[in-house]
């Protein structure tokens, strides 16, 4: 049974920082590109940034610099480092496995308030 298990979420004050872990089972995520999106209130769920199976990162113009992503192939996790966040950053974000199927997380919440 495929199964992804988000972490690291919360509220936090602009300018501070979060690391989003997603740990996956049921498959190794070795052979797959990740990506993580968010989804704000009222708002189209967006990609945030994307990680190669050979570890080549991508991010979106609105996280460059501030956002890195990376993984553990051994532990089958996908991480987002989050940097610098800003009220603007406040949303549900969700790891997804490329590819076909898609294989989405159950999201977790992100607030950034001061």
């Known amino acids: 049974q495929v199964q992804f298990v988000e972490s690291g979420g919360g509220l936090v004050q602009p300018g501070g920082s979060l690391r989003l872990s997603c740990e996956a089972s049921?498959?190794?995520?070795?052979?797959?590109?990740m990506s993580w999106f968010r989804q704000a209130p009222g708002k189209e769920r967006e990609l945030v940034a994307g990680i190669s199976s050979s570890g080549v990162p991508d991010y979106a113009n609105f996280v460059k610099g501030r956002f890195t992503i990376s993984r553990d192939d051994a532990q089958s996790t996908v991480y987002l480092q989050m940097n610098s966040l800003e009220v603007e950053d406040t949303a549900v974000y969700y790891c997804r496995k490329n590819g076909v199927p898609l294989w989405w997380g159950q999201g977790i919440q992100v607030t950034v308030s001061s």
């Open positions: 049921g498959f190794s995520i070795s052979t797959y590109s």
